[in-house]
């Protein structure tokens, strides 16, 4: 079945750490870039992070530039979001999306993270 | 990096058609044609119905079509029924070679 699974997600101080996991099955993982994508409650959809298939290049959303580093083993396929100096406004449901030419067009579950005190 | 304008919300009755904007920029919708439309049903993941402004996934009803100009790209969907309630949304990608969402527009059947 084609399908990513993301988990790691969790309860978290403000100014701590998570990294999130997102595990990719039944399809050909390392041609295909990766982005995560996040949902504040009640809110919409926020692009956070996107790195291309051969992990050489990754772009990131200014609100988490500096904080958030997108990574993958694509021996593993997978794809990583280690995110440090947690705020409350990152709280939220993560995504793992497949990214094909600008397009997402196979998401995970999502795996929320909670940023409080 | 701001969010593509959408309208909050649109409604119509089954049957009817509706179409949902999204404004955009001269470094978004303006210069890309790789806008996006997303549907979400509450509690469940987001899913690509149009990409590249006007194509259909496999599987997506033709019900729903795309289209752009200038600065604003257009979903509408046809023959409205009751499955179609949910949340939508538009994405662009930038001249940054990032990417961005709109702020989603809720449909209602009426």
């Known amino acids: 079945e084609v399908q990513l699974v993301e988990s790691g997600g969790g309860l978290v101080q403000p100014g701590g750490s998570l990294r999130l996991s997102c595990a990719a099955s039944g399809f050909t993982f390392n041609p295909y870039w990766m982005t995560w994508v996040r949902q504040a409650p009640g809110k919409g959809l926020e692009w956070v992070a996107t790195i291309k298939g051969d992990g050489s290049e990754s772009y990131y959303a200014d609100s988490v530039k500096g904080r958030f580093t997108i990574s993958r083993d694509n021996a593993k396929n997978s794809v990583f979001l280690q995110m440090h100096s947690l705020r409350g406004d990152d709280t939220g449901l993560y995504y793992c999306a497949r990214h094909a030419v600008w397009k997402f067009d196979l998401w995970g579950q999502g795996t929320p993270v909670t940023v409080s005190s | 990096q701001s969010a593509l304008t959408q309208p909050a919300s649109v409604s119509g009755s089954p049957g009817q058609s509706i179409t949902i904007s999204c404004t955009g920029t001269s470094s978004d919708i303006v210069i890309y044609n790789f806008v996006s439309w997303y549907q979400q049903h509450p509690g469940i993941a987001p899913k690509l119905i149009i990409y590249?402004?006007?194509n259909r996934p496999s599987g997506v009803s033709n019900r729903f079509s795309g289209s752009k100009s200038g600065n604003t790209a257009s979903l509408t969907i046809s023959g409205l029924q009751a499955e179609d309630e949910g949340d939508y949304y538009c994405?662009?990608?930038?001249?940054?070679?990032?990417?961005?969402f709109g702020t989603g527009t809720k449909v209602t059947v009426l």
């Open positions: 994405s662009s990608t930038t001249s940054a070679n990032t990417h961005v």
């Open positions: 590249e402004v006007t």
